[in-house]
């Protein structure tokens, strides 16, 4: 009688028993894939360059990977969309004119989009859903309708572009804790350096 042969899943352990944690006194260890690198670790906030006072401990997790430009869109799309919490009508229809801006070859600040567009890219939904959506990615500064072309639309390089790199940053903490009151201090120097600066270009027009 033949015995049956089954594909075995079974991957053998590479990695030998260590006396000690490897990890114990490593800011950050790098595993590398064939098209992937990926970095944990954690990295200390100091404050005082004189005493060597350190404020917090941050939790790091890099990851570098080269992909194809249809995966490049998608990852590009998806964390844009995680990070503002777009909802699914939204999410939707800025998957839709990411393809359309890209594919596009008119001037890079503007995109054109229409029903035969979006239908042409694989956006098939109801008008009530597309406008709802639209009307998410307007408000919250994404898109913004030329004056008197109700189809043209200018676009916010920060969330449309036509590059080849893309690096997402997404800086969590804890509520309540020290930590995130200097996110809080860290994100109003911000919103306060970009205010001077619009200030800065209106005087200049």
Known sequence: MNKKIYKSNYVRREVQPQAKNPWAHT???TMQSRNKTTAVGQSKSIIDSTTGEVS???????IRKKVDRTEFVKLFEGGISNIFELTKPARDIFKAILHLYLNQKMRA????????GLEEVGYKRTKPTRI?????????GFLCEVKGNPYQYWVN???????DRMQILQDYVVKGTKAALEQDKEIQAVEQSAKQLVI???GES
């Open 157 to 163: 390089p920060n969330m449309f572009f036509k590059g």
């Open 56 to 62: 917090n401990e941050t939790a790091i997790v890099s």
């Open 27 to 29: 800011l950050a260890i």
């Open 200 to 202: 800065f270009h209106e």
């Open 109 to 116: 600040e503007q995109v054109y989009i229409s029903e035969a």
């Open 132 to 140: 709802s959506g639209m009307n998410q990615l307007i408000n919250a």
